[in-house]
């Protein structure tokens, strides 16, 4: 299928990193809880390993989620597949892994479930981080009807995953409207804009729309903010508050 604004198939609410703060972030045990929630479309944050192997990992270092040190990206898989992902946010997951862009696929997938990749390079490999996501994405999900969403905050990123697989959708992620960014997101062919929920207001969803986009918020954790993005008549909220928002409203 191909994405545009015109035919767009994803859900407004998507849960953040699996199931926001209930579980460990980006790890498959959150994907499930997410999902235990009614949840359908799930936002993760993926980077490269040193040997190529994309996996979730918000941080560019360790230390916050798992039992590792140093960043991430200079980790082999091998190692980084022995860490513990699960004990700094409860006893309960102690033990959970670090999961792969694969794992999470077949999640997904399995489940027709929808997903949202942010790429999340390691400072110094934009370019490359976003043209390997794009190809791992576009092989994982030959064959089904609806790809995954790309986004993120790297113009680098969004250029070398344009470059590799142009039919996959993209969306930039913006924290702040800085001079061009409008343009930038038409230039690099994107779908969506994907936005900190304060920067939405009548006028930069207009200006989106107008231009032939979707307006996603990030990250939606009270009910007021939702319901002034839903007002606004915007297109999708990512949110920690699995258990808060009902997938369904």
């Known amino acids: 299928m191909q994405i545009t604004a015109q035919n767009w198939p994803y859900p407004r609410w998507v849960a953040h990193r699996g199931a926001g703060k209930l579980a460990p972030e980006n790890t498959l045990a959150s994907f499930r809880l997410g999902a235990q929630h009614g949840y359908r479309m799930f936002e993760c944050d993926v980077k490269l390993s040193a040997d190529g192997v994309p996996f979730l990992l918000h941080d560019d270092t360790l230390e916050r989620t798992s039992?590792?040190?140093?960043?991430?990206?200079?980790?082999?898989?091998?190692?980084?597949?022995?860490?513990d992902a699960g004990s700094w946010h409860s006893r309960s997951y102690a033990g959970e892994t670090i999961a792969t862009l694969d794992n999470v696929a077949a999640f997904c997938?399995?489940?027709?479930?929808?997903?949202?990749?942010?790429?999340?390079?390691?400072?110094?490999?934009?370019?490359?981080?976003?043209?390997?996501?794009?190809h791992h994405a576009s092989r994982l999900w030959r064959g089904h009807a609806i790809p995954?969403?790309?986004?993120?905050?790297?113009?680098?990123?969004?250029?070398?995953?344009?470059?590799?697989?142009?039919?996959?959708?993209?969306?930039?992620?913006?924290?702040?409207?800085?001079?061009?960014?409008?343009?930038?997101?038409?230039?690099?062919?994107?779908?969506?804009?994907?936005?900190?929920?304060l920067l939405w207001n009548a006028d930069t969803v207009g200006q989106v729309k107008a231009a032939g986009m979707r307006t996603l918020s990030y990250t939606v954790?009270?009910?007021?903010?939702?319901?002034?993005?839903?007002?606004l008549e915007t297109d999708g909220i990512i949110t920690d508050r699995v258990d808060q928002f009902s997938p369904a409203g």
């Open 148 to 197: 995954p969403l790309l986004s993120s905050f790297s113009l680098e990123s969004l250029q070398g995953a344009h470059t590799a697989q142009p039919a996959l959708p993209r969306g930039l992620l913006l924290d702040e409207l800085w001079d061009g960014w409008l343009e930038a997101a038409q230039q690099l062919g994107c779908v969506a804009v994907i936005c900190n929920h």
């Open 109 to 134: 997938l399995r489940n027709s479930y929808f997903l949202n990749i942010e790429i999340k390079p390691t400072p110094g490999v934009e370019r490359l981080t976003g043209e390997a996501v794009a």
């Open 67 to 83: 039992s590792g040190k140093g960043l991430g990206g200079d980790h082999a898989w091998g190692a980084l597949a022995q860490l």
């Open 221 to 231: 954790n009270d009910a007021d903010a939702a319901q002034r993005l839903i007002g």
